[in-house]
């Protein structure tokens, strides 16, 4: 595969590796430098795709690893120090105020989490990557119709969750 070959791949394919991975992180930064590592990586290991799926689809599935592989790190990290936490009072962050605002968000996440993981992800995707039905489905490797479908489904069971839980 060529140089022009690459920088088609990635011309076609970078802006959905990035909403997919902006929907997995929540993070513009974060999302930014893993879709370049994983352009990065699908270069050393072009070699290695063999046609199987979508180039969309292995590129997720690259990003996703490596967001895995960040979660890793992050977990293994030293917890927030007291004087960080007593930075961040002072410097004018009310914590009890960031924390009223997210609340719905938080619920919204809590039952999303009780979604099995195809109907998750692709909640996901619509509703933070705010992907069309048919980029969620190249990337998941179906159809848009699938993730319609998916989507609505999902969609039934967090108002009938909600409902039996007011």
């Given at each position: ?115 099995d993981d195809k109907t998750r992800?692709v909640m996901y995707l619509r ?40």
């Amino acid at each position: 595969m060529d140089k022009q070959d690459l920088t088609r791949i990635y011309e076609e394919n970078a802006m959905a590796v990035y909403k997919y991975l902006l929907c997995l992180t929540n993070n513009c930064d974060i999302s930014e430098e893993l879709t370049q590592e994983t352009f990065y990586q699908a270069t050393k290991s072009i070699g290695k795709f063999r046609g199987e799926c979508k180039v969309s689809v292995w590129l997720c599935t690259i990003a996703k690893r490596l967001w895995y592989r960040e979660l890793e790190k992050k977990k293994r990290r030293a917890p927030v120090s007291m004087e960080d936490l007593e930075d961040t009072m002072i410097s004018g962050q009310d914590i009890e105020e960031d924390y009223l605002l997210n609340v719905e968000k938080v619920e919204l996440f809590r039952m999303l989490h009780d979604l099995d993981d195809k109907t998750r992800e692709v909640m996901y995707l619509r509703l933070t990557g705010e992907l069309s039905f048919t980029e969620i489905g190249e990337i998941l490797g179906n159809t848009e119709n699938w993730a319609r479908v998916t989507f609505y489904r999902g969609k039934q069971k967090l108002i009938i969750h909600r409902q039996s839980n007011d």
